[in-house]
Structures are given as C-alpha cells and as structure tokens.
C-alpha cells in the first residue's frame, strides 16, 4: 500500500544543490542534441496532450533533417545545458518569430523554459523588436500565457497530412 503525502526531492547534484544552468548560443554541431531534445520533447512531454498519430506527424523520426542545424544557426538561438548536456533549447527569427521552444521532458517545471525565454525577450529588446509571435502546441500555451503572451487564434496545421491543434500567440516588449 502507498503512501501519501511524501514528496521526493528533485534530481539534485551531490553537493546538494541544484545542478547549474548554462545558457549558450547554437554553434555548429549542436543539430543533433537539439533534434533528440525536439523528438523526446514531442513524443513524450506532448504524450498527454496529442494521440500517437498526431506526435508522429509532429515529429515522424529522431533523424536530423539536412537543413536542421542551419536552421538553428541562421536564427538567434539559446541553448540550455546542464553539466554539458543540452536540455532545451529557443530560435527567434530577426521577425520575432519563436520558432522552436523546447525543454528536454525529464528537465521540465524547474526554470529551464522561463531560462530560455528571459534570453529571448533580452535579445529581441536589444535588437528593437517591438511584437513577438509564435505557434504554440498544447503542452506551451499555458507556459506563454504565464509569461504574458496572448493567444490570437486557435488554429489546425497539417502535418504529413494529420491536423495538429496550436496557438497564435504574441506579446509585445
């Protein structure tokens, strides 16, 4: 039988003290880790809000498409690592588009996310971005809204052929 009012404490480094956030920009060879965090991130952080299905056409394979890393590098993106492992990861095009926004699942609900998007919105501040704007899933809609983005319009996207439910959301700086 189970007992109820335990709580466990969260992953904590030897010294007992949370493991330290690093934030870097992308550099060249970070295509692969930020892919397996998207794929992780779609196929097991997404599990409770989307069907099999729709994470498959999200997300069809862990491979790294031949333009992945470009894209990473052709925008402003942050990544996040602890003890030199990337676990999660932000893009903002030169527009103000977020793009991507992804926290690795085993990594999320311990600031990584805030992290990431506090570099954004000072880079966006910094080159004199007025509006920002995204596409949020499900899983990061509240996740915006808890930082002041509001949602414009619920929207379907297909994806290799399956509709997937997200967000328009913007913020003004």
Do not use: C
Not at 89 to 112: C, H, K, Q
């Amino acid at each position: 039988m189970g007992r109820t009012g335990l709580s466990f404490p969260r992953r904590r480094h030897l010294t007992g003290r949370p493991p330290r956030l690093r934030l870097r920009r992308a550099r060249p060879g970070d295509g692969a880790p930020t892919r397996a965090v998207f794929h992780d991130a779609v196929h097991r952080g997404a599990s409770l809000s989307y069907s099999p299905e729709e994470r498959d056409a999200w997300s069809p394979s862990p491979e790294v498409p031949d333009d992945w890393e470009q894209k990473l590098l052709s925008r402003h993106t942050v990544i996040a690592e602890i003890r030199g492992a990337l676990v999660g990861f932000m893009t903002l095009s030169e527009d103000g588009y977020l793009d991507f926004a992804y926290v690795a699942p085993d990594w999320t609900g311990r600031g990584i996310g805030r992290a990431l998007l506090q570099a954004i919105l000072r880079e966006a501040r910094r080159t004199g971005l007025g509006r920002l704007s995204t596409e949020a899933s499900l899983v990061a809609r509240p996740f915006f809204a808890r930082h002041g983005w509001r949602e414009t319009a619920r929207q379907s996207v297909i994806r290799h052929g399956v509709a997937l439910t997200n967000f328009r959301m913007e913020i003004d700086l």
